[in-house]
């Protein structure tokens, strides 16, 4: 029979073991509720993301589940998704502490374009970007000036695609849920 200090020894520890554990399973439901209580598209993001998660790669193979690939040997080095990027016009989606960064070539006015841009906490762009003419092996010919309507389509256009994103790894691991 266990003697007192023992007794409670062992309880403390199933204590962590099981605080632990639910934690864990607690967590793992993170990106379900914030995406389905209509948190802003940037808070889902980053509950799919995040920088301080302890379980950093929890959604990594809900992810490679919906089709999507990451980087091995960055997911191991940085222990969490270090970048997402869409299938439909490959925009890579890199997530910041507190903003993300998205580059992506589109063509825009019969002319094609490398974009890079940061996307704030409200999903506003957060400075002015960046944008090359690019030719058609994809390398950068010179930097453009857009204007602020075109520069707000193509932030609008990134924007809708990270929605359409979310929504596939949302409805992939919860296909009941459509």
């Known amino acids: 029979m266990l003697n007192k200090k023992n007794r ?3 309880l403390i520890v199933l204590t962590l073991v099981l605080s632990f554990f639910s934690y864990r399973l607690y967590c793992y439901g993170d990106f ?5 209580s209509g948190a802003s598209t940037y808070e889902q993001f980053y509950s799919l993301t995040r920088y301080d998660r302890f379980f950093g790669k929890q959604y990594v193979d809900d992810v490679k589940k919906a089709g999507y690939n990451l980087d091995d040997y960055n997911l191991k080095m940085m222990d969490r998704i270090p970048a997402l990027i869409s299938k439909k016009l490959g925009i890579e989606f ?8 998205l580059s992506f070539n589109y063509v825009f006015d019969n002319r094609r374009i490398n ?3 940061r996307l704030n906490k409200d999903m506003n762009r957060d400075g ?3 944008y090359f003419l690019i030719d058609e092996n994809g390398n950068d010919i010179e930097r453009i000036e857009l204007t602020d309507a075109e520069k707000q389509e193509l932030t ?4 809708a695609e990270l929605e359409d994103l979310l929504a596939d790894v949302y409805h992939s691991m919860y296909p009941e849920e459509k």
């Open 156 to 159: 609008e256009i990134a924007i």
């Open 32 to 36: 379900k509720r914030t995406y389905e």
């Open 115 to 117: 974009v890079f841009q």
């Open 128 to 130: 002015e970007g960046i």
């Open 8 to 10: 409670v020894f062992v």
């Open 94 to 101: 890199v997530p910041q502490e507190t903003y993300i960064s």
